[in-house]
């Protein structure tokens, strides 16, 4: 149920004309319902998730080798672990497309191929004699954009050559916005540049002054670009806000990935501190973080949330990494050895359980059950869609083209009521001190006082306790009735010393004289 | 160890295999999760925004034209019993029965000298239509009667004076004429067996309620609105406005609304069970509203003005969601709802009768499944997003002539005036002392 709640926006201020309580009322009557059906949806979606489970307590998921799995599986599932073997102009890089079915294979040393990989069917393939640096795919499969040594490439299904961006010079990594129709490539004097395919202008170029990074990843779920920087920052950018939106320092020397969870809301690095970290994105605080054996040169993350990284020529996959403590470290999921081939690209293939590994000598496609998306939504990407429905969507997607403006760190404020400003930024300041608060850590006192006793005795001071009260309560009343007790002594004292008829307030008068008596009587 | 690993049989999914039971159909399911659909609102936004952009890119309001009067249109009433046909009366005494789905004139005739000043059907399926005109008679009409020449009334009514407007009772064969007072009349006799009135008013337009089918409405020259009773055979009472009005209508669902067309270019919808204030001023006719009608929905009105235009209200709204206006309409003098909501006819001072859209940019062809759906999701998302300005803004803006442009400009300039200093007075008034409302400003009295 959870997981179809959207986060609400609107706080009632209470001061609402009858009509509109009634409406705001039926609406929430509509989203009632509407999670109703969705939950009672589930029912009709057609596939559950792969599986892997131990079955007994010495069996463990990650000593499963692919060679293993390949006779645990159906005979369409073996077909999806396959090497090729492209030995050349390595090292090579793969991604699949958003709708699973292309994968799209390039050499450092220009070798690219285009493939329709379930049907194991070559589609282009091409050799451009120079060095290609980043590879994606654009709004479809039809197209594909190469970061080469100098500037951009669009190529076509074909293998044709559409567009040159000159204005991408040197670029480094590439990644495309597929709501916004944009091309956003990381260039090598630390520029961010934003392209709209569909009209082919800059929408704009963005200065991060931070210099070189290949370090660049969008979080699908808002649009923003994360780059990880030499210095252990990672800086969150949109087209359009010409500073960084954030900055967060997340490791000490040089970040070497990010990756998001699928919700968006956890932002994953690795650094050359051989560190993995996750990050809350809503507080920007630090949630989860342990050690690697030696640095992940790369990472991805699955429709799923399975976290692959590539640490030489081992890839390893995380399953449940956000457990309950901030301290354990998580088991890997699985792991596999790439016969001694250093790794330079991982991809999931969304709606399947298959990694992409891209490598020094070529391509070696994996099965990690559980990783992939089992139902997909045919209206948004559909792996066996028809050349018509793909046509259909396009214009679609065209007309749904959103403004670069709608890309914001809360996606879902559109169509709310707009906040006071400056309640607003007072909130954004609050979230920003939050976020910056030192953690609290217990300072380290001298010689002696550090004893384990003391420190005990020292921590239990001020804690209240029922015990402690009980303790005080019983103390209170003794005190009481001591004083109460002491009282009535006086008084009885006094009704000796004071005759009948003589005002209380007259009675110290007597007591004195009492005293004089007595010592008058002494002498 | 359990492995299962996903695993999808392409058969599945081709159209012309078991995917689509092998008629080239492309399955399809929906899988609702929000990670799979990222930029929700912000597309759903941009969708709206599209919607209304088509809606305002299809919006053809106008059908057509039923031409066959010569001189100005000053009556229409629709039949109560079919939904097709209309019937028009003009200045030179014709009067037309239409046929909307053959696009055609049925039936007509010369029914009065000079002006014919009401129409109205009867109730009963069978039965025909009432005229009166200038020439103090009332005529009874069924398409029957024909003697070869001309066509011949079922009856004749002229023991009346003046009659300005005529209408028939929901259940019984009762009908109400008005002029000076209001007379009810029994279909088959030939004298008036009631008389109402309330002092020396010449009384305008007159109508039955459709529900309290007893209680009978009029506006008159005193810039009353006069609530009579045909039971107690007395009138009820009475409310007078600042300027005359001239035309009113029941709200045939909220039976307790009515809505008056005024001389001051608004509309005041009432409830009958407290008339102090109006309930809603309807505001955006620059001149003389000459007729309204209620769509037999109740969610809407139309209006006809003196301005050369149509405009179609929300019951409950102050400005009009729609406005019509050709370049050949002169001043508006009647109009009806069909009687299926869906179009709007038109009388206009030019002798043409004009059928319109009710909604302007939805099309009039059997729909398709998807096709409907598609609209009903475009309507929704509207619905949704038709606060946020852009797409208001989009949604509201209509082409309307120079000289209307101008004078709502200048109206509004007036009322704003208007506003502000009775704000103003508001503020530098006694506490406890107060200023009528611009609402209530239209009302001069009541009195019961």
């Known amino acids: 149920m959870d997981k179809y709640k959207r986060p609400n926006q609107q706080k009632s201020t209470g001061k609402a004309s009858l009509r509109s309580k009634r409406l705001l009322q039926q609406s929430r009557n509509f989203e009632k319902e509407a999670l109703q059906k969705a939950v009672a949806a589930e029912v009709l979606l057609p596939e559950n998730g792969g599986i892997l ?79 290609i640096r980043d590879l994606t795919f654009l709004h479809t499969d039809q197209y594909f954009a190469l970061a080469q040594r100098k500037y951009t490439f669009i190529y076509d299904s074909q293998g044709i050559e559409l567009h040159c ?4 010079r040197y670029p480094t990594a590439l990644t495309f916005l597929p709501y916004h129709l944009l091309l956003v490539s990381a260039l090598e004097n630390g520029n961010l540049i934003y392209t709209d395919t569909s009209l082919g202008t800059i929408v704009s170029k963005l200065d991060t ?53 699928p919700k968006g809301q956890n932002m994953i690095t690795t650094g050359s501190d051989k560190k993995v970290k996750i990050w809350d994105l809503r507080t920007f605080r630090l949630k989860k973080q342990w050690s690697l054996p030696c640095v992940a040169s790369e990472m991805t993350v699955s429709q799923h949330g399975l976290l692959a990284l590539a640490m030489n020529s081992h890839v390893w996959i995380w ?17 596999e050895l790439i016969g001694g081939n250093e790794i330079h690209s991982l991809d999931f293939c969304p709606f399947e359980d298959v990694l992409g590994v891209g490598h020094v000598t070529g ?41 670069p403006a709608t890309i914001t760190l809360n996606p879902q404020v559109i169509g709310t009521v707009e906040q006071d400003p400056q309640s607003r930024l007072k909130e954004l300041k609050e979230l920003e001190r939050n976020a910056n608060v030192p953690k609290q850590r217990e300072k380290k006192r001298k010689r002696g006082r550090n004893k384990l006793a003391a420190k005990l005795r020292r921590k239990q001071h001020n804690v209240i306790d029922h015990r402690r009260l009980e303790l005080q309560e019983r103390l209170a009343k003794e005190k009481e009735e001591k004083r109460q007790s002491k009282g009535k002594a006086m008084l009885n004292q006094s009704t000796v010393a004071v005759p009948d008829g003589v005002p209380s307030f007259l009675s110290s008068l007597y007591e004195k004289k009492k005293k004089k008596k007595t010592y008058l009587s002494s002498n | ?70 001189e100005g249109i000053y009556a229409l009433a629709r039949s109560r019993s079919n939904v097709a046909l209309v019937c028009s009366g003009s200045a030179d005494g014709q009067v037309c029965l239409w046929h909307l789905g053959r696009r055609g004139e049925v039936w007509s005739t010369k029914a009065h000298q000079g002006f014919v000043r009401g129409i109205s059907f009867l109730s009963s399926s069978s039965d025909g239509w009432l005229t009166c005109g200038d020439d103090k008679t009332i005529k009874y009409w069924k398409a029957e009667r024909y003697d070869g020449d001309t066509w011949k009334p079922v009856s004749s009514y002229s023991n009346c004076g003046v009659v300005m407007c005529v209408d028939s009772h929901w259940k019984e064969p009762v ?65 007078v406005l ?105 009388g206009s001072d030019d002798g043409i009768v004009r059928v319109w859209k009710n909604e302007a940019s939805t099309p009039l062809k059997p729909l398709l499944r998807n096709e409907r759906e598609k609209l009903n999701y475009e309507k929704k998302l509207k619905e949704r997003y038709g606060f946020i300005p852009d797409v208001r803004k989009i949604a509201r803006q209509r082409h309307v002539p120079k000289l209307i442009y101008k004078l709502k400009k200048q109206k509004a300039e007036m009322k704003k005036s208007k506003e502000r200093k009775e704000r103003n007075r508001r503020l530098h008034s006694q506490p406890g002392s107060s200023s009528p409302r611009l609402k209530d400003e239209a009302i001069v009295g009541q009195v019961d």
């Open chain 2, 242 to 346: 600042k300027m005359q009005s001239n035309s009113i209508a029941w709200n045939p669902i909220e039976p307790y609304l009515f809505t008056a067309a005024n001389e001051d270019s608004n509309l005041y919808t009432f409830d009958l069970r407290y008339m102090k204030h109006a309930l809603k001023v309807h505001f955006d006719h620059v001149s003389a509203v000459m007729s309204v009608d209620y769509s037999p929905t109740g969610k809407e009105f139309v209006s006809g003005s003196y301005d050369r235009t149509i405009r179609i209200f929300g019951s409950h709204d102050k400005l009009s969601r729609e406005v019509y206006h050709t370049k050949r309409m002169q001043r508006v003098f009647a109009v009806q709802y069909s009687g299926d909501s869906r179009f709007i006819i038109s």
């Open chain 2, 175 to 239: 009908f109400a004429s008005c002029g000076e007072g209001v007379d009810i009349w029994n279909l088959k006799r030939s004298n008036p067996y009631v008389h109402l009135s309330w002092d020396t008013e010449t009384v305008y337009h007159v109508r039955f309620h459709s529900v309290e089918t007893n209680l009978l409405l009029g506006c008159g020259s005193d810039r009353g609105l006069t609530l009579f009773d045909i039971r107690s055979e007395l009138p009820v009472r009475k409310l």
């Open chain 1, 53 to 131: 489970e131990p079955e007994n307590e010495l069996e463990k998921t990650y000593s499963l080798s692919q060679a293993k799995l390949k006779g645990l599986v159906d005979d369409q599932t073996k077909r999806k672990i396959f090497d090729l073997n492209l030995d050349v102009l390595g090292p090579y890089k793969a991604i699949y497309s958003r709708s699973s079915r292309s994968l799209l294979v390039t050499g450092r040393k220009g070798h690219v191929g285009l493939t329709f990989w379930r049907e194991a069917r070559l589609q282009t393939e091409l050799y451009l004699q120079e060095t």
């Open chain 1, 209 to 261: 002054k931070m210099g070189k990074t290949k370090v660049l990843a969008q979080n699908m779920q808002n649009g923003i670009i994360h780059l990880g920087h030499k210095n252990g920052v990672v800086s969150f950018w949109t087209p359009v806000t010409s500073n960084a939106l954030v900055k967060m320092s997340v490791h000490r020397g040089p970040v070497t990935g990010i990756g998001f969870d």
């Open chain 1, 165 to 168: 961006l000159r204005e991408h």
């Open chain 2, 1 to 70: 160890m359990k492995v299962k690993a996903l695993s999808r049989s392409e058969r599945d999914w081709d159209p012309y295999l078991s995917g689509g039971a092998g008629l080239g159909i492309s399955r399809n399911i929906h899988n609702p999760d929000p990670v799979l659909h990222p930029f929700e609102r912000a597309r759903e936004y941009k969708r709206a925004v599209n919607a209304v952009k088509l809606d305002r890119i299809f919006a053809k309001p106008f059908l057509y034209a039923l031409e066959g009067h010569v």
């Open chain 1, 363 to 403: 391509f070696s496609s994996l099965v990690v059950p559980g990783a992939g998306e089992p139902n997909f939504d045919t209206f948004e990407s559909h792996p066996y869609e028809t050349k018509r429905q793909r046509k259909e969507k396009e214009v679609r997607l065209l007309l749904e083209k959103l403004p």
């Open chain 1, 319 to 335: 399953k449940d990494y956000l457990g309950e403590t901030e301290e354990t470290v998580p088991k890997p999921y699985m792991k």
